[in-house]
Each structure stands twice: as C-alpha cells, then as structure tokens.
C-alpha cells in the first residue's frame, strides 16, 4: 500500500527553494523583527502630507519600499505553511508574521486616510506639479473614489489592526482542512485498501477510471466532511457576517457591491458571467455527462462519476519532467523574454511539486514582488497535472511581466482579469498537443483535456460564484448561515445546473466544504471572467499569429496600470459586452459535438 510521505520524506528537488527569499529561517525572523521599525519613520510623515506634492511622494516611495519588504517576509511564512501545515514551527510564524503584518497595516493606515481627508483637488494638483507622482496616479485615483466609503482615521486604523483576527476565517478553514482531517482508507476494484488524504482524493482518486475505486473513495471522503460540516460551516458564515458588517459600515448599497469594487466591475457585468454561463452552457455539459455514463456504461450517474476519464485506455501518464518539456514547446508561441520565465521556473526550483501530508490540497502560485513566483502543486502523473501546471506558470509569467514593467503598486491587476493568463496557457497547450499529432484518438482526448478546463472553470468555480450569490442574499436578509442552509443551497445549484440525470447525493451537497476560494471575497466567479477573455484572445492568435501575440503580452505587462476592461480590450477583448462570453460558451458545445461525433 503506497504511504502518504512526510515532507521530510520527499525529494528535495521537488520542492521549491524558498532560500530564494531568505537562506535560513533566522534571517528570516531578524528581518521581520525589523519591520516595526522601518514602519516608525514612515509615521514620522502623520499630519504633513499635505504640506507639498513633494512630502506626498517621499511618503507613498518610503511605504512602497517597506510593502516590498513585507511581501516577501509574509509570503515566506505564508509558503512554509502551505508545504507543510503539521509542523508547529510553521504554525507559530506563520501566526508571528500574521500579527506584525496587521500591527504595520494598522500604522500605516493613516496615509489613506490623510489623503482622502485633502481638499478636493489636491491630489490632482500634485499630480500636475510633480510627474514622479505619475505612477502612483491610479492608486490615488481610486482612493479618492472610495472616499465616501472611508470611515474615520481612528476606525480605520482599528480595523487594520484586527486584520489578522477578521482573517482568521480562511485559516481556521485550512487548519481543520489540513492538519486535523482524517480518513478512512478507499477500496479498489480489486478490493485491495487504499490510503485516502485530501490530495489524493481530488488529484488521483477522483479521476480513477476504476468504478469502484472512485466511488468508494467519494464515499469515504464525503463521510469526513459530513463529521466537519457544522464546524466549517461556522467559520464560513463568519467570513460572509464580517462582510455583511463592513459593506453597512462603509455605506455600500450592499455586500456585492462592497466586494465588487476593488475588482472595479460593475453590478451587470458579474451578473452576465453568472447567468449566461449557467444558462447557455448547462445544455452542453448536460450533453457531455450522457455521453460519459453511455460510453462508461455506468448504472447511474453520480456527482463522483463527473471526472471519470471516458477514454481510460488511453491516458498516457506523464512524468513532471515530460510535462515541463510540453508547456516549454506549447509556450514558445509567447516569445524568448516569457520563455526564459518558464525556464527559470522549472530549473531554479520555484515549483514545488512534492505529494507529502499536510501540504495544501489544489495548486496557487504565490508572486513576490522583488523576487520570483512561487508555484505548488501535487504531482500525481497525469496529463490533467501538465494542464494545472501550465495554468500556474501562466501566473507566473504574468506577474513576473507586470513586476518588471510597472511599480509594485501597479502590478497587481483586477481579479476580474487575473485568470485570464492562466487559462490562455491551458488554451496554447491544447493547441500544441493537437497539432503534434492527426491521430483521431489523440485528438478525441485532447479535446476531453480543453473540456476539463472548462469544467474547472465554468463549472466549478462558476457554481461555487453561484453559491456565493445567494449566499449573500440572504446574510443580507440577516438569514443564519448553517450547514444544513449551505448544503441545501448547493444542492439546489447542482441540481438546476445538471438537470435530473445527475444523483445529487449527500456528498455532492457538502462541497461547498472543498474549495478555500469562498474566504477570498467574489473570486470564484472571476475564473469564467478569465477563461472568457483567454478563449477570446487565444483566437485571435490563431487567426493572426503574432500581432495578436504581441497584444497579449503587452496587457500582461501592464499589470494593474489599467481597469480589467482595459486590459482585455489591449488584447482585443470587448468584456462590457455578452457576446465573448456567449461565444465562449458556443466554442464549448462545438467541442462536446466533435466529442460525440468521435464516439458515434
């Protein structure tokens, strides 16, 4: 039986480097104790930074000079308990960096609140009379757009300081996840025992063209969330009260509106990625799921049953190395600067692809301004992983792009916009696979690998935006959020979605238990916002080859320098209107029509 390895049990080389960011954990914690510090000369400019243009701009470098700092000593911390969340150590600096971080976010607070406390016009008149003030325009911009919403210095600082404590949600929910869940071993179809953990369940046994194997995986898996569901459905509805409190503190129409507003994405444009998708998709993947229980031969149709490869003789296992070669071929398309960032990421170490216990389940990849992205995932030899993985290195090429051309404060753009990069790489990848082989069968799998991607992100997620949405409705309405009222709902969102030919069972009902992005405000969504915009833009470049391609590489570029309709309009993407989203979705019945024709 295999055994789930410690971290201290796997290969070095598939971990990441994190001396990268600090060579030992002892420089690590001298410099976070240095922060404090640090941050006490910038509080030396409370109360002047209306003196001049020029005391605003000393002000605004210093800070961004400290956020530089604090970044990277954050996500060191950050990255060592995402590798292994059992070790204590990591536990307690994890915690130690999360109260500094809060104890400087709360001094620095005062410089947003200064700002929007000038008289009107003066930041616009700085701007005019110093052009270093320029890159920073933006950012001032949109703080003057949320002065309305601003509380009072005081209450502001206060709330900064709680930040750790009002963010405890989202790491309660990892802990339990990830430290204390345990489960019962699987059986296969041959009846032998087989060891169940989180990852293996989502990047193995989910996948398993052994019937038996994934089903009885899917029962005991869903039996451990069953025996956590009240305490996760706790923390949960902390995470949508605390937001509910802070959208009527700050004035906000409500809670959606509140969350909507640093993605700079209005009320329309989140509700057409919601109800076109559900709408118009729904028919085709409803389309797809008969196809797998036909060719299967499956006696019912369980939400367990949904990953089932539909072609299992055929699914050629690649190794981490194979698959780093693939997207290095796939990628070449993006030019040499994008392709010596996929180089560095594969050969420095910055993936860390090792399966051990207390490792985060899923894949992220976590940028570092100053420094270099860092991608996790779990490596489980299969094609799906070299999709996943191309995924996150689209991450990676993005903010390492945007962190060369634009100053930290302009890096980071609108999540609306943030997993456009990443799927656009999913999307190249297909295409290198179908052009590298005119074998009908590879062809066929191909298609079901483009069609996985968009389940992940047109299903999934999109139903877990879905969720979200009502969810909201009613912490609005003041309506107890309970782990019967979040099973029940997703239920509710299965079953309109997959129509009555998909058994929505007890199990299927508790996944909103399954995803982190819940406590990351309204992001669920935004993975159908990016994929939109990527099929849109990857068509374009298969239709005009390098003008297209030097459009895209110039919205990665400019980071966070532009609104999300901006950016997507630089890569020639008009996202203020339906019709990409439609024709997204048409691109993917095209695709489940190839597929049934291929199994006529």
Excluded at 243 to 264: E, N
Excluded at 289 to 314: I, Q, S, T, Y
Excluded at 527 to 548: C, D, H, N, V
Aim: contains cysteine; glycine residues 4%; negative net charge.
């Amino acid at each position: 039986m295999v055994k789930i390895r410690t971290r201290a049990e796997v290969m070095e080389e598939a971990t990441w480097d994190l001396r990268d960011l600090f060579a030992t954990d002892a420089e690590w914690e001298q410099e976070l104790m240095s922060l404090p510090e640090a941050a006490a000369h910038i509080e030396a400019f409370q109360g002047s930074l209306g003196q001049s243009a020029q005391q605003l701009l000393a002000c605004l470098e210093a800070r961004e000079v400290l956020q530089e700092r604090i970044g990277k000593a954050a996500a060191y911390a950050r990255l060592k308990q995402s590798e292994d969340s059992i070790n204590p150590a990591n536990i307690v600096n994890a915690a130690k960096a999360g109260d500094i971080v809060s104890s400087l976010s709360s001094s620095l607070s005062f410089i947003s609140s200064e700002i929007v406390s000038l008289p009107d016009g003066t930041i616009e008149r700085y701007v005019e009379e110093l052009p270093a003030l320029e890159p920073y325009k933006r950012s001032l911009e949109r703080l003057i757009a949320e002065k309305a919403h601003r509380l009072s210095p005081e209450t502001e600082k206060v709330l900064a300081s709680l930040s750790e404590v009002l963010d405890s949600p989202y790491r309660i929910y990892q802990r339990g996840k990830l430290a204390d869940m345990t489960f019962e071993e699987a059986l296969d179809g041959e009846h032998e025992s087989r060891p169940l953990s989180w990852s293996l369940y989502e990047n193995n046994y989910e996948m398993s063209a052994d019937t038996e194997l994934r089903r009885s995986a899917y029962a005991a898996f869903s039996e451990s969330l069953n025996s956590y569901k009240n305490t996760f459905a706790e923390g949960y509805a902390a995470e949508v009260k605390k937001q509910v409190v802070l959208s009527r503190l700050r004035g906000y129409d409500d809670v959606t509106d509140m969350l909507l507003a640093p993605q700079q994405v209005s009320r329309e444009m989140y509700n057409n990625v919601l109800d076109i998708i559900q709408k118009e998709l729904a028919p085709h993947m409803r389309r797809l799921a008969a196809l797998k229980k036909r060719e299967l031969g499956l006696d019912k149709l369980m939400f367990c049953d949904l990953k089932a490869p539909l072609d299992p003789e055929f699914s050629p296992a690649i190794t981490y190395d194979e698959a780093c070669t693939l997207i290095r071929e796939a990628l070449e398309v993006l030019g040499s600067e994008y392709g010596e960032i996929v180089e560095r990421a594969f050969t420095e170490r910055w993936v860390d692809y090792a399966d051990n216990a207390g490792k985060s389940t899923g894949a992220f990849c976590s940028s570092i301004y100053g420094a270099h992205s860092y991608i996790l995932i779990s490596w489980a030899n299969n094609m799906r992983g070299a999709f996943t993985l191309a995924h996150e290195v689209g991450h990676a090429g993005h903010f390492m792009l945007a962190g060369k051309y634009q100053r930290l404060i302009n890096t980071r753009p609108s999540l609306y916009f943030i997993e456009a990069p990443s799927t656009m790489n999913e999307m190249l990848l297909a295409d290198h696979l179908l052009k590298r082989s005119d074998n009908p069968r590879m062809r066929r799998w191909v298609i079901l690998q483009l069609l996985n991607t968009y389940y992940h992100n047109f299903v999934t997620h999109l139903l877990e935006g879905e969720l979200q949405r009502r969810v909201y409705a009613l912490a609005t309405e003041d309506t107890p959020i309970t782990a019967k009222t979040l099973s029940e709902l997703k239920g509710a969102v299965l079953s309109e979605f997959w129509g009555p030919e998909l058994i929505v069972d007890e199990g299927a009902k508790l996944t909103w238990m399954r995803q982190p992005h819940y406590y990351m405000g309204l992001y669920p969504y935004t993975y159908a916002a990016g994929l939109t915009a990527s099929t849109a833009a990857a068509q374009k470049i298969r239709e005009e080859g390098q003008p297209a391609v030097e459009r895209w590489l110039e919205a990665l570029k400019a980071g966070g320098s532009l609104e999300p309709l901006e950016l997507m309009k630089l890569a020639g993407v008009n996202m203020s209107q339906p019709e990409p989203i439609r024709t997204a979705v048409a691109y993917v019945g095209t695709l489940v029509n190839e597929l049934e024709r291929l199994y006529s």
